[in-house]
Each structure stands twice: as structure tokens, then as C-alpha cells.
T-cell receptor
Framework: QKEVEQNSGPLSVPEGAIASLNCTYS??????FFWYRQYSGKSPELIMF????GDKEDGRFTAQLNKASQYVSLLIRDSQPSDSATYLC????????????FGSGTRLSIRP | DAGVTQSPTHLIKTRGQHVTLRCSPI?????VSWYQQVLGQGPQFIFQ???????GRGNFPDRFSARQFPNYSSELNVNALLLGDSALYLC????????????FGQGTRLTVV
């Protein structure tokens, strides 16, 4: 079982709609959760991080964490063509805070 | 402010050769981590260095080694290159030892032929 799992996609969403990206993790010791955006051929760019259960909003992005269900999600409101990228979900644990475990990523395509 | 800088950006090596990749963290950041990203996969953790000491190691063979210098820059060394070592090598910089808010450099694309 992979430690962080994501649907590989592609996920196709019309421009202006809400894109919903999901992720599950297997290590209950995970403490911190991250969403990175990666354009083709580029390096990952941190867009959100969340540590506590509930929602965290930053502009058009909302991260949601449910530790009981071991579930993390990212909502992108008013999706733009520039949001088309691969979104990587990642987790790190207190006991191994030096190590971030990444999922394989979900490809998101925003269609005009 | 300069972000995380890596050099070189691209590299082609022959099987069996040795390679050294370099990384300079964001100013004030003392932790550097190295990741390998194969096409279609997420980054895989290789090493973390903090205050010039190794603080974490991933599941990579001993052909992979790294070090951190007094100015917090870092080198990743790979010996006896295999075709399977072809990947994007990413350096991540963070303020402290914890993995919170790690920022990536542009990566080094290594091709082994």
C-alpha cells in the first residue's frame, strides 16, 4: 500500500468551475500535509499546507483535512486554464519530520 | 530574494560514471533535502541535512551520498550511474529540521545513457 495515494487523473474541469482533488494517507503519525503544484518539466511549487482538522482557505484554494478518515483534499474555486498542472499531495510525520512523502500526483486539466 | 538554486540544470552521463549535483538553499534556511522524481511519479526522499549533519535517509543504495557545507549549501553525489538513475533531482530548502514549508529548486535533469 502506498503511503500517500491520489487518483492519477486526468481530471477535466470547465473553466470557472470548482476542481476537487483528493488524497488519502496510511500513516496515522502524519502531522503535516501539503499540496504542491507542478507544471510539466518544472519543479513542485508549494501552494497550501495544513496541520489541523478542518478547512484552511487561501484565495481560490481551500485545503481540507480529516485525520480520523486519513483524508486530505484541495478545492480550487473559479478554475482557470493556468491551474492546469499536476497536483501533488504530501505528508510528513512528527517522528520523521525530515521526510516528506509524496503521492504520485493528479493531473488537472481546465478546459476553456 | 534568491530562491533555491541548483546546478547544473541538465546533465548527460554515461553508465558507470559519477555525478555531483549542487544546491544552495534560501538565505537563512539551514535544512536541505534531496528528492528524486522519476517521470510520472511523485518525488522520492533521498536525504535531509540540517546543520551539516545527516538527519534523514530514504531507501536509496549506498551509491548515493550527500553532504552539507558550513554555508548550508549541499552536494548530492551518485556513483556508478545506472540507466535507472535518470530522473529529475530536486533540492528542497526549509528553515528548520522539520519538513514544514519546504521550497524546491528548479531541479537537475539527469540523463544516463
Amino acid at each position: 500500500q502506498k503511503e500517500v495515494e491520489q487518483n492519477s487523473g486526468p481530471l477535466s474541469v470547465p473553466e470557472g468551475a470548482i476542481a476537487s482533488l483528493n488524497c488519502t494517507y496510511s500513516d496515522r503519525g502524519s502531522q503535516s500535509f501539503f499540496w504542491y503544484r507542478q507544471y510539466s518539466g518544472k519543479s513542485p511549487e508549494l501552494i497550501m499546507f495544513i496541520y489541523s482538522n478542518g478547512d484552511k482557505e487561501d484565495g481560490r484554494f481551500t485545503a481540507q483535512l480529516n485525520k480520523a478518515s486519513q483524508y486530505v483534499s484541495l478545492l480550487i474555486r473559479d478554475s482557470q486554464p493556468s491551474d492546469s498542472a499536476t497536483y501533488l499531495c504530501a505528508a510528513s510525520g512528527y517522528s520523521s519530520a525530515s521526510k516528506i512523502i509524496f503521492g504520485s500526483g493528479t493531473r488537472l486539466s481546465i478546459r476553456p | 530574494d534568491a530562491g533555491v538554486t541548483q546546478s547544473p540544470t541538465h546533465l548527460i552521463k554515461t553508465r558507470g560514471q559519477h555525478v555531483t549535483l549542487r544546491c544552495s538553499p534560501i538565505s537563512g534556511h539551514k535544512s536541505v533535502s534531496w528528492y528524486q522524481q522519476v517521470l510520472g511519479q511523485g518525488p522520492q526522499f533521498i536525504f535531509q541535512y540540517y546543520e551539516k549533519e545527516e538527519r534523514g535517509r530514504g531507501n536509496f543504495p549506498d551509491r548515493f551520498s550527500a553532504r552539507q557545507f558550513p554555508n548550508y549549501s549541499s552536494e548530492l553525489n551518485v556513483n556508478a550511474l545506472l540507466l535507472g538513475d535518470s530522473a529529475l533531482y530536486l533540492c528542497a530548502s526549509s528553515l528548520g529540521q522539520g519538513a514544514s514549508e519546504a521550497f524546491f529548486g528548479q531541479g537537475t535533469r539527469l540523463t544516463v545513457v
